[in-house]
């Protein structure tokens, strides 16, 4: 019930498509999901974050689409370019023990020119 | 970059010899964790602190142990290092554990067990 399973494991992506990357959990009590973004040889860090109170949230080229009922959740880029070749990462837990913070397995993303 | 310093940044080391790895943070965050990445396990906590002195487990304690006697040094220690142990491991701080308060990841220390 702890699990946040993600998919897939790793995605090719011509420039100028579009990017999915989906992750489910099982754990009611998770209201807050993360996205990280991590590049060879760093850390990773935060994208983008939605609460369940929304479907959608947007920044720049990046979208997440939350599914309450369905218990999933997906991450979008648009228009990927070579610079988002990355790791990405989702997560998910309660809104105020972030400290209880369960990553996915992680998604090699490449954006091919 | 968070000011977070992880040392060493990479280390190989031999079956049953202590290792300790160090995270030291600028930002004075109250809240600080160690995670191994693996591939095909993503990031797994292993410890984290919620003040100076103050350490909780996290989903795979097993074989480690951690130290925090000032708020900008959390110390992870294994004890006897096994080949199991070979990973990659990650420092993150928070300032809180509510939503507008992400985790901040270090770089890494790769950790060879040979």
């Known amino acids: 019930q702890q699990q946040v399973k993600q998919s897939p494991q790793s995605l090719i992506v011509q420039k100028g498509g579009i990017s999915i990357i989906n992750c489910a959990y099982e754990?009611?009590?998770?209201?807050?999901f993360p996205w990280y973004q991590q590049f060879p040889g760093k850390g990773p860090a935060l994208l983008i974050a939605?609460?369940?109170?929304?479907s959608e949230k947007k920044e720049g080229r990046f979208t997440i689409s939350f599914n309450k009922s369905a218990k999933q959740f997906s991450l979008h880029i648009m228009d990927s370019q070579p610079g988002d070749s990355a790791t990405y990462f989702c997560?998910?837990?309660?809104?105020?023990?972030?400290?209880?913070?369960?990553f996915g397995t992680g998604t090699r993303l490449q954006v091919f020119p | 970059d968070a000011g977070i310093t992880q040392s060493p940044r990479h280390k190989v080391t031999e079956t049953g010899t202590p290792v300790t790895l160090r995270c030291h943070q600028t930002?004075?965050?109250?809240?600080m964790y160690w995670y191994r990445q693996d591939p095909g396990h993503g990031l797994r906590l292993i410890h984290y602190?919620?003040?100076?002195?103050?350490?909780d487990k996290g989903e795979v304690s097993d074989g480690y142990s951690v130290s925090r006697s000032k708020t900008e040094d959390f110390l992870l220690t294994l004890e006897s290092a096994t080949s199991s142990q070979t990973s990659v491991y990650f420092c993150?701080?928070?300032?809180?554990?509510?939503?507008?308060?992400?985790?901040?990841f270090g770089n890494g220390t790769r950790l060879t067990v040979t």
């Open positions: 930002e004075n965050h109250r809240y």
């Open positions: 754990n009611t009590a998770f209201d807050y």
């Open positions: 602190s919620y003040g100076v002195k103050d350490t």
């Open positions: 993150a701080i928070s300032e809180s554990t509510v939503t507008n308060s992400p985790l901040h």
């Open positions: 997560a998910a837990s309660p809104a105020y023990n972030t400290d209880k913070l369960i």
């Open positions: 939605i609460r369940p109170d929304v």
